[in-house]
């Protein structure tokens, strides 16, 4: 399993889609706590509060800043998620001291945030018909968190599954959440609790599949009458 894991972060790192500042590069410039202007000229990171820096990345992301745009451009230009990007540089700059998460948490947290960043977009912009390949794809992201994380097999309990009617507004409700929330953990424990709630969806989702199966097999059962004296009217039924 580590293995895998260790491929599958080579595999994640390359990617086009980075998702998660990485830190060795930034402290080069802007300080282990992100207390220096960098180079010399831009703003101390320190003090500004998340909703600046993802402002700052999202200008970048676009093509515009100061001094040092041409630089930044590098970092997020390549379909950076910059909502964990700020989340992680606002977190290390109220860290004292500089210390990198174990590479299987980086994995995890990349591949998550990266799955339900996918999965939001193609929800928002879903239409009736797709519902079916979506819910496909939750169950798909759902089984591997369970798979990569250890911490979050033991929260979760299949018995507590329950069918719920769920509209497509309730599934992006739940999906924003979820990735938010695992925006801003950086422990095990944490993420693992907030990816509870997606598990649930999963399992709601299975549910509701499975009682409509149900039904449309009662549905779909020849109406006949086997007690004494029935007469078979199978022949007299239309095929479904």
Do not use: W
């Amino acid at each position: 399993m580590k293995q895998i894991i260790k491929l599958g972060l080579i595999t994640l790192v390359t990617a086009p889609l980075v998702l998660l500042a990485d830190m060795d590069r930034c402290v080069s410039c802007h300080g282990v706590d992100f207390e220096k202007h960098a180079l010399g000229v831009s703003r101390i990171v320190k003090d500004m509060n998340e909703t600046e820096i993802k402002a700052a990345l999202d200008g970048y992301k676009a093509g515009k800043g100061g001094a040092m745009k041409e630089l930044m451009m590098a970092e997020v230009n390549l379909g950076v998620d910059t909502d964990a990007m700020a989340a992680d540089i606002y977190n290390e700059s109220r860290t004292p001291g500089f210390e990198e998460p174990s590479d299987e948490f980086i994995f995890q947290k990349r591949l998550n945030v990266r799955s339900l960043h996918k999965l939001k977009e193609n929800i928002k912009k879903a239409k009736k018909e797709d519902m079916k390949k979506i819910s496909s794809q939750i169950k798909t992201t759902a089984f591997n968190m369970y798979a990569y994380d250890k911490v979050l097999r033991d929260k979760v309990k299949f018995e507590d599954f329950q069918a719920k009617k769920l509209t497509k507004e309730d599934i992006l409700n739940t999906v924003t959440e979820v990735k938010k929330c695992i925006d801003h953990t950086f422990s095990p424990e944490a993420m693992a609790k907030c990816e509870v709630p997606f598990m649930n969806l999963a399992g709601n989702l299975v549910k509701n599949e499975g009682n409509m199966m149900k039904a449309k097999g009662i549905k779909n059962k020849a109406p006949l009458f086997t007690g004494e004296g029935a007469v078979d009217l199978s022949k007299y039924l239309e095929e479904k």
